[in-house]
C-alpha cells in the first residue's frame, strides 16, 4: 500500500528531510523546495497541481504561507521546532564562545524557552523570546532581535530569512529542525495515511427498502433495482435483490463515502421519490466480513425506515452510527467515535492532528463544562506537562480553548491557569447545520 507525501521546505532543509525520510518504505516522496519565503506559493502549488497527493508535511512558515492552496481533503501535517532544537543550538553558540548577555529567540513556543533556559540556568531577564506568529514578516522579527540584544548577547532564530538578515550585524545562530521530529511527524502522517487507504478498502454493504405500504411492492422494487443499477457511483457494486421489497448493494466503503458525499447526503433517495414516486430507506453496515456488514445495513435500514421520510443510516461495527441523512442538505445528527471530514478540516485549520482532536473533543465531552489546568489536559491525554502547555498554546491561538480564571494548587508558585474547551462548537462553526459528536 502505497502513499504519496509532498514535503514543502526550505532548501537548506533538505539534507534533515531527506534523512528523515530514509526509513520509510511504501513512501513517494513529492519535494517542493523553496530558496526565498516568498517562493513557498509558488512551490506548493507545483507539487499541488501535478499528480495526486495523500498528504503535505511542512513546517509553520510554509503551512501559514499556502494554506489557501490546500484541498480541503488532503491530510497535512505540521512540524514545530522542538525544545531538543532550541538546546542543540545553545550547544552550538557555546562552541562559538557566544556567552548570554541577552539571549533573543524566535519562533519557538514560550514553554520550549522556558524549559531550556531553566535547564541552562538562565535568569528570566537573560532570555526575549518571540513566539511563531502567523504572517509575521522577516523584517520585524529583525527589528526585535536588534532591539533586544543591543547591549550584547545573541540570536536564536528558527527562520533562515531572519538569519540571512542579521549576519554580520549581530551574533546569530541558526536552529534546524532536527531529523528525529521530522520523521515522528512523518511517520505519523504515513500511518494515519496509510489507515485510512485500508478503511477505504473495508468490505460495506447498503441495503435498500421500499418503505411499505406501497401498492405494488414488486413493481417499485424491480424499479429500485433499475435505478441503481444506472446510477454511476455503483457502476463497480454488485447488486442483487434482497427480499421483496428491498436491494443489497456490495461494495468497498470508498464506494459508498463517495457517493453519499462522506456520509453527509444519499442522493439516490431523491432520485426514488422523483422518478418512481416511492418512499425508499437506505441503511449503511461497515465491517470485518460480509455478513457483519449486512447485518449491520439491514439495522440501519429497518432505522431509516422508522424516520417516516426517505432518509438513510451508517452503522459500523465499531459502534459508530450516522444518520438520519436525507436526499441532499447534511445530516440532522452525527455520534461518532472516530474522527471525520469536518473535524479533519479545523484540525488542518489550527495546526494539530485530526486524532489529536478527536482526543481533545472526548476530553471536552467528559469535563461536561467545567475548566481544566494544562496539567490536567497532559494527563487526560497521557503527555508530558510541558506538551500539555504547548498544547493549549495551539488551541488558544486557534480559539478552541477560553481562559477563564486560575487556581492555587500548591502554597508556593504562581496560580495555575484554567481554560474551557470550545471544540464542539467550533466544529459546529465550520458548518453550521452540522452537529458532531464523539463518544468516548
Not at 353 to 369: D, F, H, N, P
Request: contains cysteine; proline residues 5%; aromatic residues 4%.
Amino acid at each position: 500500500m502505497t502513499v504519496t507525501v509532498g514535503l514543502v521546505l526550505h532548501a537548506k532543509s533538505v539534507p534533515v528531510f531527506e534523512e528523515a525520510a530514509r526509513t520509510l518504505t511504501g513512501v513517494t516522496c513529492k519535494w517542493a523546495v523553496y530558496p526565498h519565503d516568498d517562493d513557498i506559493p509558488e512551490a506548493a502549488a507545483k507539487i499541488l497541481d501535478g499528480d495526486r497527493l495523500d498528504g503535505l508535511l511542512m513546517g509553520l512558515l510554509p503551512h501559514d504561507a499556502c494554506r489557501h492552496l490546500l484541498p480541503d481533503d488532503l491530510a497535512v501535517a505540521v512540524v514545530r521546532p522542538p525544545a531538543l532544537s532550541l538546546s542543540l543550538a545553545f550547544a552550538k553558540a557555546l562552541t562559538r564562545n557566544l556567552r548570554p548577555g541577552t539571549v533573543s529567540i524566535d519562533t519557538f513556543a514560550e514553554d520550549a524557552v522556558d524549559e531550556v533556559s531553566t535547564a541552562l540556568g538562565l535568569r528570566a531577564r537573560q532570555v526575549v523570546s518571540l513566539p511563531y506568529r502567523a504572517g509575521q514578516p522577516a523584517a520585524e522579527i529583525v527589528t526585535h532581535h536588534l532591539r533586544a540584544v543591543r547591549r550584547g548577547g545573541f540570536v536564536i532564530s528558527a527562520r533562515t530569512e531572519v538569519t540571512h538578515r542579521l549576519r554580520g550585524k549581530v551574533p546569530v545562530v541558526q536552529s534546524l529542525t532536527v531529523p528525529s521530529t521530522v520523521r515522528a511527524e512523518l511517520h505519523d502522517l504515513v500511518l494515519r495515511l496509510q489507515s485510512r487507504q485500508a478503511a477505504e478498502f473495508r468490505f460495506a454493504a447498503g441495503v435498500f427498502l421500499v418503505a411499505a405500504p406501497e401498492r405494488d411492492v414488486d413493481r417499485a422494487r424491480i424499479g429500485l433495482m433499475n435505478l441503481l443499477l444506472n446510477t454511476p457511483e455503483f457502476a463497480d457494486a454488485w447488486i442483487e435483490n434482497r427480499g421483496r421489497r428491498g436491494v443489497i448493494v456490495l461494495a468497498h466503503q470508498a464506494l459508498f463515502d463517495r457517493m453519499t458525499h462522506q456520509w453527509l447526503t444519499v442522493p439516490v433517495l431523491g432520485a426514488a421519490t422523483e422518478k418512481l414516486g416511492v418512499r425508499v430507506a437506505a441503511g449503511f453496515g461497515i465491517g470485518g466480513s460480509a455478513r457483519t456488514c449486512v447485518t449491520l445495513a439491514e439495522r440501519a435500514a429497518a432505522r431509516a425506515e422508522a424516520e417516516g421520510r426517505p432518509s438513510g443510516y451508517l452503522i459500523q461495527d465499531t459502534g459508530v452510527v450516522i444518520g438520519p441523512m436525507g436526499p441532499d442538505g447534511v445530516p440532522a445528527e452525527f455520534t461518532y467515535r472516530d474522527h471525520g471530514a469536518r473535524l479533519e478540516q479545523l484540525a488542518r485549520r489550527v495546526g494539530l492532528s485530526a486524532a489529536t482532536l478527536s482526543r481533545l473533543v472526548a476530553v471536552e465531552r467528559g469535563r461536561r463544562g467545567r475548566t481544566l489546568s494544562s496539567a490536567e489536559l497532559a494527563n487526560a491525554l497521557g503527555i508530558t506537562d510541558p506538551s500539555g502547555r504547548r498544547l493549549l498554546r495551539t488551541l488558544l491561538a486557534g480559539g478552541l480553548v477560553t481562559p477563564e480564571g486560575s487556581e492555587q494548587t500548591h502554597r508556593k508558585g504562581r496560580p495555575a491557569t484554567l481554560f474551557r474547551l470550545g471544540i464542539e462548537r467550533a466544529l459546529q462553526q465550520e458548518s453550521p447545520a452540522l452537529s458532531t459528536n464523539l463518544d468516548t
